[in-house]
């Protein structure tokens, strides 16, 4: 009897060469149908892909180690250099990308949940040089003024300008009282904030909220809850930005300097425990609307925009993952407004990231909770007419 894609996945099967998962199965879409490929597999709580010029990919694993996958093999080492990371509930090693030079510089910038002492941890950028298969000369160059037990966030994206972009979570304080009163509403700190940055980790210093008194001058944006994607659209500039809501509510953003994104005082989520309302409605003066919702929330991870060759249908389209929801979310734009959502791969597993790769391909990062082995997925186009 042939076995489903989820119980593949559940039992770790390693499917070697490459090959296509789920009995060559093909997945329908609006424009294109494809296959999902198992690149690599047996990795644990991967969070984070990224690709070097040299064709290697990295990928992150969020116990604390940098791998590297190899002409579609998975080295048996991890990196050396790595730094030592808060390991505990959602800490640990997250987002790994490449300096736009990387190929005449070798920087790398890793973010990770930052060891305080104890229990305390806070989210860090740090920068090293990754040779011969090791990072040296890591320093950290950001780290953030915030304290809690989870939401780190941590994506980074560069712009066109070479100003690196970093997203900072709430650290899951509950919101209480005076909702006003928040943490992310608060400039003094770096709960629930978007931080913009040299390369080197100086601030730039046509930031919004520079030279304020009692104001974090590293600030571009704030009232953020705990965000899980990044991405800087690489025709027109924008930056989109996804992040959770509690029991429901997730949003995709469209960020722009110095503006307010209203968590926890407006929203569309709902308390944890008692299904009630937190937010005092979902629309206020000042704060800024999500370009998109999801009610339910799927437990949004992951962005990109679609760039390549082999899904020409798709190009432009913004691509979002889905942890709890097991899908991939495609959102149509027409210039900064989603006109249309398709769910693809549903049932997979828990997507925690999404990346073009530079053959065209779209890969997935599939996590699972327990730490389970699971793998690096790849969509590829079938052709529908044969």
């Known amino acids: 009897m042939a076995r489903t894609l989820a119980t593949l996945l559940a039992v770790g099967i390693i499917l070697s060469g490459a090959a296509p998962i789920a009995n060559d199965r093909v997945f329908r879409s609006a424009h294109h149908d494809y296959k999902l490929v198992t690149v690599v597999d047996a990795l644990v709580q ?46 640990g090693l997250l987002e790994v990308v490449p300096h736009p030079n990387f190929a005449s510089n070798r920087l790398l910038y890793l973010s990770y949940s930052k060891p305080q002492g104890g229990k305390q941890s806070t989210t860090a950028l740090a920068r090293g040089r990754f040779e011969r298969d090791r990072l040296t000369e890591v320093t950290d160059i950001f780290q953030s003024v915030s304290e809690g037990r989870g939401h780190y966030a941590g994506k980074i994206a560069f712009d066109r300008n070479g100003y690196v972009f970093l997203t900072l979570g709430d650290r899951q304080v509950a919101p209480s009282g005076n909702l006003e009163a928040h943490p992310a509403q608060d400039l003094s700190n770096h709960h629930g904030k978007i931080v913009r940055l040299h390369d080197d980790g100086r601030v730039p210093t046509d930031n919004p909220f520079v030279n304020r008194a009692g104001v974090r001058p590293e600030i571009w944006s704030f009232g953020h809850r705990n965000l899980q994607g990044l991405a800087i659209h690489p025709d027109t500039g924008d930056v989109w930005e996804n992040e959770h809501g509690p029991q429901g509510g997730d949003e995709l953003n469209l960020i722009q300097r110095e503006r307010n994104y209203g968590w926890p005082v407006v929203g569309f989520g709902m308390n944890y425990q008692t299904g009630l309302a937190i937010h005092t409605g979902t629309h206020r003066q000042g704060m800024e609307q999500p370009v998109h919702v999801w009610v339910p929330s799927i437990g949004i991870s992951g962005l990109m925009i679609y760039t390549g060759h082999r899904f020409p249908q798709w190009r432009g389209n913004i691509f979002a993952g889905g942890m709890v929801g097991q899908q991939l979310a495609r959102l149509t734009l027409d210039g900064q407004r989603v006109t249309n959502e398709e769910t693809l791969v549903q049932g997979i597993g828990r997507i925690r990231d999404i990346r073009q790769g530079p053959d065209g391909f779209i890969y997935l990062a599939i996590e699972d909770r327990e730490g389970k082995p699971t793998p690096i997925l790849r969509m590829e186009p079938v052709d529908r007419t044969k």
């Not at 040299?54 to 991890?78: F, N």
């Open 46 to 91: 991967p969070w984070s892909i990224a690709f070097l010029p040299d064709g290697d990919m990295l990928v992150t694993e969020r116990p604390g180690r940098l791998r590297i996958v190899r002409r579609g093999k998975l080295l048996p080492h991890a990196v050396e250099g790595v730094p030592a990371v808060f390991a505990e509930g959602q800490g």
